[in-house]
DNA sequence: ACTTTTTTAGAAAACGCTTACAAATATTAA
DNA sequence: TTAATATTTGTAAGCGTTTTCTAAAAAAGT
């Protein structure tokens, strides 16, 4: 490719002058400047990524860290999403995207190492076991870092509001007559906890009973545990008249379930969940929305403040969803 | 972070030693390479990528493209699929994945200045409009480039049997009984194109007319206008008793029309789709899943084949999928 | 013991860029 | 006009590697 020192030459200047010049620096003449710049760009003049950032410590490339093992990993939408809106802010910002592994140049490595091989300016961890040591590693490192749905004290966070969206979706079946709820939740993460506040300190404000049976465990983007739970649930004396589903994906296993038990959402009995992906609006289901365009977006504005100034304070932000009244929450007589 | 001179002066050697011991060099005392990485890993050494970048012209780094402005980015389980398995090939290899976009530095450019700036070894395109210019000229560079779904002579890629996969949905359709087919396609593509030549021959072949008005044009991934065309379909006065739809993400509208209308897919009509998605499973329809593992996989391998030998003849493979026999479609009597 | 060959290590340049600093030129002040 | 100041350009070093070529040391042949 051509170089600064081809255009130097082309120009009659140093490589200096061209440098600056294209840096748009101040201490150069108007008159310079814009013979070089043209000069440049007929000559096809491109910089080199890997020389700016050897002399300057600054890569503009940004590592996205996901080790979403068990399920679906970039297939899961909601990850997927966040991901999109993620990466459009950072494009407009001037940041690349690039995945971060463990393993380099075919060996295995850390995450931390890995980042440090591509230098990258800095880290958005997106979806992962925050608990593992590698991560841990990797987030009280002195690269910036930025986490989503999971909040570490000493570095920016941008978090769904959990607890408040089980909250809605609780307050509004109630106001449509629901008393009796069963909540298949996903595994154990912290999103998990807090969401089950919301559920409990919901159904307590409205004084309303949680018999502990009705409380299964299964997992996120399940559609299998999914459905082997509803099928228990139904099994059981008294089949609840409102059940809350781990995510919007995994109900498609309840769905089947249900059919099979000839019971029609909405109508015999009312279903919910969590997550608002595009599916859902398409089967009518209620649900909780994520914002995941502002997720991303925040996420990576937070990533690039704390990679700009070391000095930012560091900041948790809670984004707001919102209830997606589908056509699953019947309304009761009372 | 510690760098080759320190790693030498430690050692008492220099920077030339060092580097060649930690690249297992030939020319260098067995005794010495050790010590040589023995020190280098207790003193925490990492290799910069950017300084090797530089020095070699090598970055490790595959660009990946995607231009799906219309629909769902990432959000495309198809895509995010093959992704995901392009990605776990590369890194095995010791390859990074890294998004390409067409700014630079925050200014609108091309996709082609982006991948130079950033010296991406290869190049994957994977969804995009392979009409655009500036995806042309990437094509056309002397980048390793390769393309999913869509075939450019002189550059390797990976399609799908989309011909293939029509013809044997249609002739299990057949086989269970059904006549009267209806389409609803996808854009005009390179990639609809071979499914339509798969749905006509498939119907020559078995010696059944095709109603031109059965064959209705909508969106991939588009559920709320393939709901529209289904209920087009649906005022016919003739309704067809076998439908397939353009993939089985964009079913989910029809599912809904279908339920108003009181039709139970699987008993009073009969419909297919395309894709395979975990979604499908789900819901037992009836489709032809896409190996997107081996697409994934395959891509990958040949683009890396292109960029350590370029002299590598210029291969398409073809990957076949396979038909998933689900509840959609019913069983006439003859 | 002396040459020849082989093995091992180092010196130095280069990759393309930025930047602190010095030098040259133009502008203004006195 | 001359000195002081402001503006513009250039010099050169250095970022962390790799690599070619040279040199030294060791091994092998005579």
Redesign the pocket.
């Known amino acids: 490719?051509v170089?600064?020192?081809e255009i130097a030459k082309s120009c009659?200047?140093?490589?200096?002058?061209?440098?600056?010049a294209?840096?748009n620096k101040?201490?150069?003449?108007?008159?310079?400047?814009e013979r070089i710049q043209k000069k440049a760009a007929e000559m096809g003049?491109?910089?080199?990524a890997s020389?700016?950032a050897?002399?300057?410590k600054r890569t503009y490339n940004i590592g996205v860290l996901y080790n979403d093992t068990k399920n679906a990993g970039l297939a899961h939408e909601y990850f997927s999403s966040i991901l999109e809106s993620f990466k459009k802010t950072a494009e407009t910002s001037g940041y690349d995207i690039t995945f971060i592994t463990h393993t380099i140049d075919g060996k295995e490595s850390t995450y931390l190492k890995h980042c440090e091989y591509r230098s990258f300016d800095g880290v958005a961890v997106i979806l992962a076991d925050f608990t593992d040591p590698e991560i841990l590693e990797l987030v009280h490192s002195d690269l910036p870092v930025v986490t989503i749905d999971y909040i570490y004290d000493d570095c920016p966070a941008v978090v769904s509001d959990n607890t408040r969206g089980l909250q809605e979706l609780v307050r509004y079946a109630i106001s449509r007559g629901h008393r009796r709820f069963a909540y298949i939740h996903g595994e154990m993460t912290e999103v998990t906890r807090n969401r089950m506040m919301g559920f409990y300190s919901a159904c307590r404000l409205e004084g309303i009973e949680i018999e502990e049976k009705y409380i299964l465990e299964s997992d996120y983007h399940d559609i299998e545990m999914c459905a082997e739970r509803t099928r228990e649930l139904l099994a059981m004396p008294n089949v609840p008249d409102c059940i809350i589903f781990p995510d919007d994906y995994s109900y498609l296993g309840a769905l089947q379930v249900l059919a099979e038990k000839g019971l029609t959402p909405g109508k015999d009995i009312s279903v919910m969940s969590y997550d608002g992906i595009q599916l859902a609006k398409a089967i009518g289901l209620t649900t909780y929305e994520q914002d995941t365009n502002a997720l991303g977006r925040i996420a990576c504005r937070r990533l690039i403040e704390a990679i700009e100034d070391p000095e930012a304070i560091v900041e948790h932000s809670v984004v707001m969803g919102k209830l997606i009244e589908g056509r699953t929450v019947t309304q009761k007589q009372v």
């Open positions: 490719m170089s600064l020192k009659g200047v140093s490589t200096a002058t061209v440098s600056k294209l840096n101040e201490d150069i003449a108007k008159a310079t400047r003049y491109m910089l080199d020389a700016r050897l002399r300057t």
